[in-house]
């Protein structure tokens, strides 16, 4: 308990002075920061234009994948009423999802081409 009180005192003593190094720091080179910054933008949108993009296609498939499945089960259910069942709702609900990846897509291209002006 000693250690870990003494532990957390010296690390807060710590980050209390790199803070206090950074708060006076020189101000006079603030247009080369702001030109850094635009230049991290410029390399993040797309990153995360991609993961979006990736993240769509995925879902996509899982529910291409669960339409297969639900259609399997609805062929080998053999009358039995609860398989049926279950295959409509897993069939309605990947249909669900596939419109819901759309409307992602869609979306993601109007508030890109909209919002943050890509073509």
Same mark, same amino acid.
């Given at each position: 308990?000693?250690?870990?009180? $003494?532990?957390?005192?010296?690390?807060?003593? @710590?980050?209390?002075?790199?803070? $206090?190094?950074?708060?006076?720091? =020189?101000?006079? =080179? $603030?247009?080369?920061?702001?030109?850094?910054?635009? *230049?991290?933008?410029?390399?993040?949108?797309?990153?995360?234009? =991609?993961?979006?993009?990736?993240?769509? @296609?995925?879902?996509?498939?899982? #529910? &291409?994948?669960?339409?297969?499945?639900?259609?399997? *089960?609805?062929?080998? +259910?053999?009358?039995?009423? =609860?398989?049926?069942?279950? +295959?409509?709702?897993?069939? *309605?609900?990947?249909? &669900?999802?596939?419109? &819901? #990846?759309?409307? $992602?897509?869609?979306?993601?291209?109007?508030?890109?081409?909209?919002?943050? @002006?890509?073509?």
């Amino acid at each position: 308990m000693r250690l870990a009180k $003494a532990l957390a005192g010296i690390s807060s003593v @710590g980050s209390s002075l790199y803070l $206090a190094s950074a708060t006076f720091a =020189d101000p006079g =080179d $603030a247009s080369s920061i702001i030109g850094e910054v635009k *230049t991290v933008n410029k390399e993040l949108m797309p990153f995360i234009k =991609d993961i979006i993009n990736w993240a769509i @296609g995925i879902a996509a498939l899982v #529910c &291409v994948v669960m339409l297969i499945f639900a259609g399997y *089960t609805y062929i080998t +259910a053999s009358g039995e009423e =609860d398989k049926i069942q279950k +295959a409509t709702k897993t069939l *309605t609900w990947a249909i &669900v999802g596939l419109v &819901v #990846c759309f409307i $992602a897509v869609i979306l993601v291209q109007f508030v890109l081409k909209n919002f943050l @002006g890509e073509k």
